[in-house]
């Protein structure tokens, strides 16, 4: 029977190297950049959720069997397993579930002003319906759990249907 | 007994974890697969099948990567299939080598978990943006640590833990790191190193955070009757379970992970676990940054709510406490090549419970552990029990 | 103790060149509901074991897409999983789960939302090997083009019967109301279509199709529970074969003789060509489905082009191929092209195939390949009959 201990393996297998061996050109490298490219069919209820954005206004779906309210809308309710029976308009004030702030962008690299980002719980959806969405107009230390904010939108000329139809919520 | 076959590991492998390896990712493939089948004392004639497990393809840059990989993984010419839950695939990985062997199909499965994180340009961290929901998420620039700390900072709200307590699992992983020969960030830190390190997205920053990497690792899986002739120690998979949460995370409280709760007590049913914190002598839940560790104890039942970080702070979660957490050094210190540091820490659980740990090694003959890994949007748990 | 797996219940949206009034969450969602319905009314949030979702992040354009499934196939906080690969084996996968006689009822799931990806090609280009491949910059097709010289080489197969098999599964899919690309052409239609990746021209290449496919399987005691109709899993089979094309046998489809293989022999299929009433297979570019008849044992080696030629794979010849008209005929569904393959091929086994029925089908072979430029490809054989 053969067992080798881990306990003994003197080698594991592996050969580091380093960025810069890598940007000076010590390692052999082959690049690409993949073409990729999507236009994602919105389907029946974001594509009003859309349209709504871009007249000001945030809807959601509701489920007559466990009576939620729900955002961003959806077709079917995921609880109950079956199609959403309506629309409803919530309100575009909320309260902060949670929130961070982001002192690095997408790519890791440092940013100068920090974005304060949270998850904002819509007044008129169910409980802890949150969107995610950035704050501003406070100092971030001045954030806190459950303070009311309201949305600030763009002006109706510059609103194209999308989630940055509201640039971002403040201190309600 | 659970399964048509009960289900044995039989053997390990690990290649280092490191920012950059030169190897690709079916050389790292090899690699650990070499390894696993050579302390099995196996060939690849007795692998009848192979279960691979890879996160997103956006950092080996290839579409369909799995196909890529089929050889490395040693399976030319085998039934190969790759399963993908974003960061619990390495534990789920091996959860799906189980099922190959308990159906009765095959009597050998060989599992191989890999990820090439470095080949994504300027740095991987851009490959996550494209996580998130094109039209809730993406349009606000979000990356991934961002939703880390919305949830790390719920953590702590609801519970009134502070970061000091929180910093003590990344100081404890990180020393416990220095004794795996693979680890890429073993270190000797101080809670304040973790509080002065740099804020990356309060109140997440640099110390509270595992490195990206690339890595592979391999086990190898045999049926009772085979596994019996290849090894007098073989650890049995006695319990495995999975579970996903809502894709609308926005939505959830995220305070306490259902998610891996509901994947831990699959797995404890079929393993016939009543009392977690009695019955389990030794765990590897999944750490990306520290506060996961104390999140996800929670959610393995394996202390209250809101409990873990007391546990932490009394030492019961070292080496020599009364419950080990991450012996390992976990992600934080071996490293994070997504689904290969997941399939890492059953690959330690194996090792603790055959005593083969070295320095790592967790005393007290522990006989059952449980390794978990999480993943997606604050959405997966996918959870190992294994027993001696 | 071991107990039989079935397939008790399927859902189908149908496919459609272009889907643009639905979401693919809402395409899934009406899968799923259809399925469970067709299950016997299961409730997935109760009824359920586990669930497979088969899909790979490419194709969709989202990274880890498994995040985006549970919801609407019932499964938020349930057992759910993804396998990076197509439909096919995420049934191989289901069958094993009921196999370990830990899971009665597993729901596979696999959807193409093509009409979505606006760079196709350039995603198919995406999956060669970075070193040796890529780097050659030509359309990725040339795998195809490449294997169909040697196949027509080895086996003496023309070109003209490579047509035939355009023309008679784009006929078929004429009487069939879930595929998307029926139609009337002719042998010099085909032979005539511009030229390609030589020697295939564009006829010859199936065009993509969205829709969405959920199928529900069980062990036997459930499957009787929720289903007069139940469509045995004899056998199914996976296999890959080299990732490096350069050491590949090119003529012939080694991934789907070794799956045929498997999946015979756990069926208890001595004699394929007798055994076997119909097939559902992978005919994504024409010559394909004659290669794999061949790898699958249905005819012998070089005779699949005669064959075709003679009619004998019409609907009403001895050994019906793709009556349901095909991927050629389907369209091409990415990843839940297997599972429309299983799908065709159970609807005959129930004698809910319509007007492309097949009389006396007992027991038909699903086969697929996942296409340029892997070498996998799974086979179930499904019956009637449990053993």
């Known amino acids: 029977m053969k067992n080798k201990m881990s306990a003994k393996i003197k080698e594991y297998p592996g050969e580091e190297v380093k960025s810069s061996d890598i940007k000076e050109g010590k390692v052999l490298t082959v690049r690409y950049r993949p073409n990729v490219k999507y236009m994602w069919s919105t389907g029946v209820a974001m594509s009003r959720f859309l349209k709504e954005l871009k007249n000001g206004k945030i809807i959601a779906t509701t489920c007559n069997k466990c009576g939620r309210i729900m955002v961003p809308p959806r077709m079917f309710c995921e609880q109950c397993f079956k199609p959403t029976d309506g629309w409803t308009y919530v309100k ?58 309201k949305a600030v939108w763009k002006p109706e000329k510059e609103r194209t249907g999308a989630i940055t139809d509201i640039k971002y919520f403040k201190p309600a | 007994m659970f399964g048509k076959k009960r289900v044995a590991v039989v053997g390990a492998g690990l290649t280092l974890f490191r920012r950059n390896l030169k190897e690709t990712g079916r050389e790292m493939c090899y690699e650990a697969a070499k390894m696993a089948l050579d302390s099995a004392g196996l060939t690849l004639k007795d692998i009848q099948s192979v279960a691979y497990g890879s996160a997103p393809d956006a950092f080996d840059g290839i579409h369909m990567k799995g196909e890529n990989m089929t050889d490395g993984s040693g399976a030319w010419r085998k039934p190969f299939s790759r399963v993908y839950v974003g960061g619990g695939t390495g534990v789920f990985t091996a959860d799906a080598g189980w099922w190959h062997v308990a159906s009765g199909l095959f009597d050998t499965c060989l599992v191989v978990a890999e990820e090439k994180m470095s080949s994504c340009y300027p740095h991987p961290a851009y490959a996550f943006t494209t996580i998130f929901d094109p039209i809730m998420d993406r349009p606000h620039g979000t990356t991934l640590i961002w939703i880390f700390s919305l949830e790390m900072h719920r953590y702590m709200h609801v519970h009134g833990i502070k970061k000091e307590q929180i910093a003590l699992v990344s100081v404890k992983n990180k020393r416990n790191a220095l004794d795996h020969p693979c680890a890429q960030l073993g270190a000797k830190i101080t809670v304040e190193d973790v509080l002065n390190s740099e804020i990356m997205c309060w109140p997440v920053q640099r110390l509270d955070i595992s490195p990206t990497s690339d890595g592979a690792a391999a086990i190898v899986l045999a049926s009772e009757d085979v596994a019996k002739k290849i090894t007098d120690n073989p650890v049995w998979i ?84 009364d419950l080990p957490i991450n012996p390992s050094g976990g992600l934080l210190g071996v490293g994070n090549p997504i689904a290969a540091a997941g399939l890492m820490k059953v690959c330690e659980i194996f090792w603790q419970l055959r005593g083969e740990a070295g320095k790592r090694q967790v005393p007290g003959d522990p006989r059952t552990g449980v390794a978990q890994a999480w993943g997606d949007l604050m959405q997966y748990g996918s959870v190992i029990v294994m027993r001696r | ?214 199928m529900v399987l069980a062990s036997e005691n459930a499957a009787k529970k929720l289903t007069d109709k139940p469509v045995w899993v004899r056998g199914i089979g996976w296999n890959s074969d080299t990732s490096w094309p350069e050491s590949r046998e090119w003529g012939r489809a080694v991934y789907a003789e070794l799956a045929a293989e498997m999946a015979y022999k756990t069926a208890g299929i001595r004699n394929p060509q007798k055994e076997v009433d119909f097939a559902e297979i992978d005919d994504s570019f024409s010559y394909k489905e004659l290669q794999h008849l061949e790898a699958l044992k249905l005819c012998r080696k070089g005779e699949a082009g005669k064959l075709t030629e003679e009619g004998e794979t019409e609907i009403d010849g001895d050994l019906p191929v793709n009556a349901s008209g095909g991927l050629l005929g389907m369209g091409y569904a990415i990843e839940a092209s297997g599972l429309h393959r299983v799908l065709e091929t159970a609807l005959q086994l129930r004698g809910e195939a319509g007007k492309h029925q097949i009389c006396n089908a007992k027991t038909g072979v699903a086969q697929i390949w996942r296409g340029v430029p892997t070498a996998t490809g799974a086979v179930a054989v499904l019956s009637t009959e449990v053993k």
């Not at chain 3, 979505?116 to 995406?126: A, E, L, S, Y």
């Not at chain 3, 002719?186 to 030229?195: A, G, I, N």
Request: aromatic share 10%; glycine share 8%.
């Open chain 3, 1 to 214: 103790m071991s107990e039989e797996v079935a397939i008790a219940g399927i859902g189908c949206t149908g496919f459609k060149s272009i889907t643009p009034d639905v979401s693919y969450k809402e395409l899934m969602f009406e899968a799923a509901t259809r399925a469970y319905q067709d299950a016997g009314g299961i409730n997935p949030r109760k009824d359920v074991d586990a669930f497979v979702t088969c899909a790979e992040d490419y194709w969709e354009g989202h990274s880890i897409f498994d995040e985006f499934v549970p919801d609407q196939i019932g499964a938020a906080l349930r057992h759910l999983f993804t396998v990076s690969s197509d439909g096919m084996i995420g049934l191989a996968t289901a069958y094993m789960l009921i196999k370990t006689g830990e899971f009665s009822t597993v729901v596979v799931e696999a959807h193409s939302k093509a009409s979505d990806v606006t760079t196709f090609t350039d995603i198919v280009n995406f999956a060669l090997d970075p070193i040796f491949n890529r780097p050659l910059g030509a359309h990725p097709h040339y795998f195809a083009g490449l294997e169909m010289t040697r196949f027509l080489h080895e086996t003496g197969s023309t070109r003209e019967q490579c047509a035939q098999v355009v023309v008679k599964n784009r006929k078929n899919a004429l009487c069939n109301p879930y595929a998307a690309h029926g139609a009337q052409i002719t042998l010099e239609d085909v032979l005539q279509s511009e030229p390609y990746f030589y020697p295939l021209n564009r006829l010859d290449i199936s065009p993509v199709a969205d829709g969405g496919i959920v």
């Open chain 1, 92 to 149: 575009d004030t909320g309260t902060v579930n949670t929130y961070s702030v982001s002192f690095i962008a997408g790519d890791a690299s440092r940013i100068k002003e920090p974005i304060i980002v949270a998850v904002i719980d819509l007044d008129g959806a169910s409980k802890g319906m949150g969107i995610l969405h950035t704050m501003s107009e406070i100092d971030w230390k001045k954030v806190k759990f459950g303070m009311k904010v």
């Open chain 2, 238 to 321: 006695d319990g495995v379970g999975w579970c996903i949460d809502s894709t609308y995370w926005t939505n959830r409280d995220l305070y306490y992970p259902d998610y891996v709760e509901c994947a831990a007590r699959m797995a404890y049913k079929m393993a016939g676990i009543k009392n977690p914190p009695k019955e389990i002598d030794v765990a590897e839940p999944y750490d990306p940054f520290d506060y996961k560790e104390l999140h996800h104890m929670e959610g393995l039942l394996l202390c209250k709510k809101g409990e873990a970080p007391k546990l932490t702070q009394e030492g019961v979660t070292q080496r020599d406490g």
